[in-house]
């Protein structure tokens, strides 16, 4: 059974992700949520979110190769990145992910990859299926007030399974990309850009603690895109030392990293 009540109320999906942390089960999860009279609608029934949560209450599986893993990333991009080309969002024509360009950072060393995997479908979708994926490169500059701080990392595409979507899958790549960067990478600072007409992002990233500081033109010539309306690229910056790009403190996190995972080379 699907259920939309994550994505009406995110609130709910947190408070089950903090549930999973504290070694909840599925069953477990729904009883408490009927208790806690979060569904007043369906108060009886323990299988109000069975699909869901037999999906976000395990750990994910990240892999950092993409060899082999090519033609899924890329229907996966395809699916998450559709509304680029289609619905109120929209501002440029098909393909959705170019072939030539697709080849080029898979195969240069400028970016890495992180993939999310669910490593037990429990029935729900494939054991092992990609749910998430995110490319992102640290060879920038990172740079306060015009002067240098120290290393940026980017973001270049985040994706999640469309029929996921709502549930913190999304969050949860995100945190682990950030951690990547910070750590393995030491950089100071991470950049996301997202085009002007997509406002659900930019409400999305806005949360997560990061500010729009610039807006440049949309660089569709070198993406090899053709654009059905105007559209610019909003420029977004998160401190890793708790400074924004402008230097004012920035909020603290919306909810802890997920710690729980499994790291397969």
Known sequence: MQCNTFKKDPEIANKVLNLVESGYNPEEICKQLINEKEIENNKNSVD??????LIISQA???????RGYESQIK????????????GNESFRLEPIIDNEYFDYIVESNQYE??????????DVIDDGSII???CYSTDGTAKRN??????????RYLSVLPQLRGYCIGQRILDKVEHLIRTKHSCSQIMTCLPSTRASLHNWIERRDYKKVKEIEYPY??????????VNLFVYIKS????????????PPLWRQIKNHIDIP
């Open 221 to 230: 010539v070198a993406l090899n895109q053709i654009l059905t309306k105007p």
């Open 146 to 155: 015009g002067e240098v701080i120290g290393k940026l990392g980017s973001v």
């Open 240 to 251: 890793f030392d708790g400074q924004s790009a402008s230097g004012n403190k920035s909020l």
């Open 113 to 122: 990859w992180c993939i999310a995997e669910c490593p037990n479908g429990r």
């Open 60 to 66: 994910m599986a990240f892999r950092y190769d993409i």
């Open 48 to 53: 109000l979110f069975s699909d869901e949560i």
């Open 132 to 134: 998430g994926v995110c």
């Open 75 to 86: 229907d996966l991009l395809n699916k998450s990145y559709k509304e680029e080309v289609n």
